[in-house]
């Protein structure tokens, strides 16, 4: 039979099938785009890449190390949880907290929505089943929780927080307005509030990793200190640096920088490759019904 994931108000519809089609096997056809897992200094149409920079991620899996047993927590705008190259690492513990849709499903209901899907397959992807590419932890397992669709600083504390004890990991490639100005998170209280919880009682008293983009405001003159919250304790604050292995132009400077990884970006010689991940496909698209497995 079929479930109906989608709010009625909803311009993209979801009917998920209760029998989903087996995983298929074989190469990642588009692997050899990733050059952020393996930067070979080539690829066609592209100049000025540097042979090296890249995750170095490789030695990592070939270890036995491909993310089996973590569990990460896509804080967006939704998530293409049918997704076939994600379907396979995605596990219970979704949450929508559009109270119009499914509670279990949060998936996008705009073709604007299509942000959390490129990062979570960013982040882990399935390998090796002869659809799409790969993710850094291509064997992690993925929830996906949307607080972005309402705005709420009441959501995203509650996504900030939301299953301790199984959440290992908050990926939050979000963030304030990139105008050069100071923006204090509203309720500084409750944000600093829910990380401490997080720091102490996440994985299993280890403490949650949250991880916050830096900010992509470097043209306008922003610094990443600004954006307040990326500065907090128990914050890993990530910039960009590009296929040359330098600064992306957009990545803001800042002393609370933990990590700086590949992202897009030009360089002053040439034009550099973005990242190559997955997506929902309705980015150019009509809103519309649309059916998936």
């Not at 994931?5 to 979801?14: E, F, N, T």
């Not at 890449?49 to 939704?78: H, Q, S, Y």
């Not at 299509?114 to 993925?142: D, F, K, Q």
């Amino acid at each position: 039979g079929q479930l109906s994931i989608s709010s009625r108000d909803c311009p993209l519809q979801y009917v998920l099938d209760r029998n989903p089609p087996a995983e298929k096997t074989g190469a990642d056809p588009f692997r050899n785009l990733q050059w952020h897992l393996d930067n070979t200094g080539a690829l066609e149409s592209f100049s000025g890449m540097k042979a090296g920079e890249d995750l170095r991620v490789v030695p990592v899996w070939n270890a036995g190390i491909n993310g089996f047993g973590v569990r990460v927590a896509v804080v967006d705008d939704g998530m293409l949880l049918m997704h076939e190259d994600l379907r396979a690492n995605v596990v219970p513990g979704s949450h929508n907290y559009d109270p119009k849709g499914h509670p279990d499903y949060p998936v996008p209901c705009s073709t604007l929505e299509s942000h959390g899907t490129e990062v979570a397959g960013v982040i882990a992807a399935r390998n090796g089943n002869g659809v799409g590419l790969s993710g850094v932890a291509p064997h992690a397992s993925l929830v996906g929780l949307n607080p972005a669709v309402t705005g709420q600083d009441s959501d995203t504390l509650n996504a900030l927080t939301r299953d301790l004890d199984s959440n290992d990991i908050f990926n939050n490639s979000w963030g304030n307005e990139d105008s050069g100005h100071f923006y204090g998170y509203q309720n500084a209280a409750g944000f600093r509030a829910a990380l401490n919880e997080g720091l102490e009682k996440g994985r299993k008293g280890r403490g949650s990793i949250y991880v916050f983009a830096g900010g992509n405001g470097a043209l306008n003159g922003d610094y990443s200190v600004l954006d307040g919250y990326v500065a907090e304790r128990g914050v890993v604050t990530v910039c960009a640096s590009n296929a040359a292995g330098v600064r992306a132009f957009y990545s803001e400077r800042g002393p609370n920088l933990t990590v700086c990884a590949p992202s897009a970006g030009a360089s002053d010689e040439a034009e550099l490759p973005s990242i190559a991940t997955t997506t929902t496909g309705y980015e150019d698209a009509k809103e519309g019904k649309k059916e998936t497995d």
